[in-house]
């Protein structure tokens, strides 16, 4: 994995210094996004292992899989991925790419992980919190997990929040081994 992120790091530095001088980091952070789906696509890595396939028959494949409206910019960044065989490498592309867009625009992204859904004005509360705590807008993702039992457990960055029911359980399991 970490030889992944050495390999897309460059590429993805690429692409976000190509979207700031043409101010369209939300088109780009968009199209990569739909590139990655394409590119993890279990039909789509057997064109991309494929070693008989032409450079340019993959370019092409790829483009039409991807759909939409790319820019010239954002076509050429896919032919050089393919004569670099660098499309195995897209997720984490984009990853950094979000990484470096989140951390010019000030935001962070949150992924919180909840028992019971959250209703809409407990969600912006808890955002709201968050934001105050972390000094940054944050961009929040929510997945149900009923395993937490109660509470939510949330994620920013390498700093976790885990305020679930569970947690607090293993908290006090662990302190009575002790």
């Known amino acids: 994995m970490a030889e992944n992120v050495t390999l897309a790091r460059p590429?993805?530095?690429a692409a976000y210094q190509l979207a700031l001088a043409t101010k369209s980091l939300a088109g780009w952070s968009e199209a990569l996004e739909r590139m990655m789906s394409v590119a993890t696509h279990p039909d789509m890595r057997l064109c991309?292992?494929?070693?008989?396939?032409?450079?340019?028959?993959?370019?092409?494949i790829f483009l039409d899989a991807v759909g939409g409206n790319l820019t010239p910019e954002q076509k050429n960044f896919v032919?050089?991925?393919v004569d670099?065989?660098?499309l195995g490498?897209?997720?984490?592309?984009?990853s950094l790419?979000?990484?470096?867009k989140n951390a010019f625009e000030g935001t962070k992204e949150a992924v919180?992980?909840?028992a019971f859904p959250l209703?809409?004005?407990?969600?912006a509360k808890l955002v709201a919190d968050l934001e105050h705590r972390f000094k940054c807008k944050i961009q929040a993702s929510v997945s149900i997990d009923p395993e937490l039992i109660g509470g939510v457990r949330i994620a920013v960055g390498d700093q976790v929040i885990d305020a679930s029911v569970r947690g607090k359980l293993a908290l006090m399991s662990a302190a009575l081994q002790n």
């Open 11 to 13: 590429y993805a530095e």
């Open 119 to 123: 209703d809409a004005p407990g969600l």
């Open 79 to 81: 032919s050089i991925l």
């Open 97 to 100: 790419f979000v990484e470096l």
């Open 112 to 114: 919180i992980a909840s």
């Open 48 to 60: 991309i292992d494929n070693p008989r396939l032409a450079d340019s028959d993959l370019t092409q």
């Open 84 to 86: 670099n065989e660098r």
């Open 89 to 94: 490498v897209l997720s984490e592309i984009s």
